[in-house]
């Protein structure tokens, strides 16, 4: 396949995740709050709208294209061994990347981040930031790719799917949901809403043991 075709494709699959993953989120904030949801798009959310798909689905295509990953058939098993340890290592490349973002040479392309209020996270995201984050998903998939025949086409759809889906949880807007059957889910939206009003810490995004071990937490 053409690159051309292969970037068309990637496009429209992080496109049509991203949107049926906000639907999704949207359609549950009505049923569980009964309030209306609050998404307010803007010309500034619909660029970094842009620049996130578009930098998620040039990196994919380049992978894939350059043969850092190799597809294989879909197999359950080593699906569920790509995600166990993908998580792992996501976790750890998200802090020390997120901790980087933070610096002052890298600041800027992490500003958007912080300074676009009430939006949900693909709004938000400049396409250098995501270079930095999801440039990690790559080294645990092409060694799974190359160890094990561990990725394939569903493989993929479940990784960036899955990371989409606990990105916007960890930015519920948590007063919406407190007391309700979400309640639970909500930790790491509370830790990382303690991270957006400007407590210095919490940079882990899903869980808080590498802000623990490195002593970066900030507690409620
Ligand atoms: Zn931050
Ligand atoms: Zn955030």
């Known amino acids: ?43 500034a959310g619909l660029r970094y709208f842009a620049e996130f798909v578009i930098a998620e689905a040039f990196m994919l295509t380049a992978a894939l294209q350059l043969g850092v990953l190799r597809l294989s058939g879909f197999s359950a098993p080593r699906t569920a061994l790509t995600l166990g340890v993908g998580f792992l290592w996501w976790e750890a490349w998200f802090y020390f990347g997120h901790r980087l973002l933070h610096t002052r040479w890298l600041y800027p392309l992490h500003r958007p981040h912080h300074t676009t209020r009430g939006l949900h996270p693909s709004l938000s995201f400049s396409a250098g930031e995501t ?23 569903e493989t993929l759809a479940l990784v960036f799917s899955g990371a989409y889906a606990l990105n916007v949880l960890s930015h519920l807007d948590v007063a919406a949901f407190e007391g309700t059957a979400v309640g639970p889910l909500l930790g790491s939206a509370r830790r990382h809403a303690r991270h957006h009003a400007g407590r210095r810490g919490n940079y882990g995004l899903n869980s808080a043991w590498l802000d623990r071990a490195c002593g970066t937490e900030a507690a409620g």
């Open 131 to 153: 270079v930095v984050l999801s440039s990690g998903f790559y080294i645990p998939l092409a060694l799974a790719s190359r160890l094990y025949g561990g990725v394939s086409v």
């Open 1 to 43: 396949m053409g690159p051309g075709r292969l970037f068309a494709l990637t496009l429209a699959g992080f496109l049509g995740g991203h949107l049926a993953i906000l639907g999704a989120f949207a359609a549950i904030r009505v049923r569980v709050t009964r309030e209306a949801p609050r998404v307010r798009v803007d010309a």
